[in-house]
């Protein structure tokens, strides 16, 4: 993975995370009295759809690269070295924490896409 790209793509996600949150925000600020049926309206509408799907997939990705991150950097064998027994497995420990993480990820998405679309 290329490094500037994935800090680019973090700080263009968070202004996306932002604009997401001004839109719920202006949803509850134009409405004064919300009832369930209005609530139930503007999160069926297919433009909120669209937008929260976006919005929780770009959270997961924006997650992983800051899980990836962590990972790449402490989870070698320089970083474990302190621990000796550590050293020799550090390659092995983060791939297995970075499979976690991506299974855990598509989890996530398959069952947030899941409760929103159903």
Known sequence: MIGSRLWLFQRISSLFLLVYIIYIALFFVNNNNISYFDWTLFFLSFETRVLTSIFFIIVL???????????????????????????????????????????????????IIYLIWS
């Open 61 to 111: 990705v924006h997650g992983f690269i800051g899980l990836w991150t962590v990972g790449t950097d402490y989870l070698t064998p320089r970083t474990l070295g302190l621990y000796s027994s550590f050293a020799n497995i550090a390659d092995s420990l983060r791939k297995i924490y970075q499979a976690f993480f991506v299974l855990l990820g598509l989890f996530c998405s398959i069952s």
